[in-house]
């Protein structure tokens, strides 16, 4: 897990260097968050955990359909796990609002910055960057 993880890290880090290379883009021009500049390190990284989900039970000599247990479900399953999604998001807005409040210093920033970055964003970037396919390596790989 630890390895997925650093893989993902490096192609993202490289990901972001190729894009600031193309675009001479980078954080000290200022400005607001640039697509060309912050879509390819993120999405770099997910495809690496993707990928480390296809190539691990390759390795192992086991079908991808018994390992990543890709069979087919009932439609109550999907139905619930949309439910439960979408019950999580005032949930976790709820979370992050009042630990921001109590714990200021221990965010990191993160909230702030991508509320930022979704206000820049469109909307065709910024829905396969932050739900689908975060959405579809995390799953694969845990």
């Known amino acids: 897990m630890f390895g997925a993880f650093l893989l993902a890290q490096l192609f993202g880090a490289l990901a972001g260097n190729i894009a600031n290379a193309v675009t001479h883009s980078t954080a000290a021009h200022g400005g607001g968050p640039e697509v060309a500049r912050v879509i390819p390190p993120m999405l770099a990284s997910e495809f690496a955990l993707i990928l480390v ?13 018994e390992s990543l247990d890709l069979r087919p479900h009932r439609p109550r ?7 439960g999604t979408v019950m999580l998001g005032p949930l976790g807005d709820t979370l992050m609002t009042e630990l921001t409040r109590r714990f200021p ?3 990191l920033g993160v909230v702030p910055t991508l509320h930022e ?8 970037a910024l829905w396969p960057t932050f739900a689908l396919v975060p959405g579809v390596a995390e799953e694969l790989l845990f």
């Not at 691990?56 to 086991?62: K, Q, S, W, Y």
């Not at 999907?78 to 439910?83: E, T």
């Open 53 to 65: 989900s296809l190539v691990t039970p390759l390795i192992a000599a086991m079908s991808l359909r």
């Open 77 to 83: 399953v999907f139905l619930a796990a949309a439910v």
């Open 105 to 107: 210093n221990w965010t």
């Open 117 to 124: 970055l979704a206000s820049h964003l469109p909307l065709l």
